[in-house]
């Protein structure tokens, strides 16, 4: 079983920036890709980035590219998500999440999810 641990969610003004992280401290042989998603009260959960943990390829949702940038840091093991110029609407708990398959922006692609942390910007 993968067990993901999502950490760095909090509360930041608009404008700020913020570092989520997320830990798999069990076995991820069979994990070939992470990525984060986000869900806002009362919307779906929606795609943010993915990376290819073998290679490092990433990739992004159009809309938030430019702000947002996920990367793994090998020395801690994680998979981080840097996020810039936070907005309002960028309000969410974010989820870390993992699958034995290549790339994939929809929820049901992925098998394995983390608790979620939550990220609150403030006007």
């Known amino acids: 079983q993968v067990q993901l641990v999502e950490s760095g969610g909090g509360l930041v003004q608009a404008g700020g920036s913020l570092r989520l992280s997320c830990a798999a401290p069990?076995?991820?042989?069979?994990?070939?890709?992470m990525g984060w998603f986000r869900q806002a009260p009362g919307k779906e959960r929606e795609f943010v980035a993915g990376?290819?943990?073998?290679?490092?390829?990433?990739y992004s949702a159009d809309s938030l590219k430019d702000r947002f940038t996920i990367s793994r840091d090998n020395a801690k093991n994680t998979v981080d998500l840097e996020m810039n110029s936070l907005k309002p609407e960028d309000t969410a708990i974010y989820y870390c999440?993992?699958?034995?398959?290549?790339?994939?922006?929809?929820?049901?692609?992925?098998?394995?999810w983390g608790q979620g942390t939550q990220v609150t910007v403030s006007s």
């Open positions: 069990g076995r991820t042989f069979n994990i070939y890709t």
């Open positions: 999440a993992a699958r034995p398959g290549y790339g994939g922006n929809r929820p049901s692609q992925y098998d394995y």
């Open positions: 990376i290819f943990l073998s290679g490092g390829k990433t």
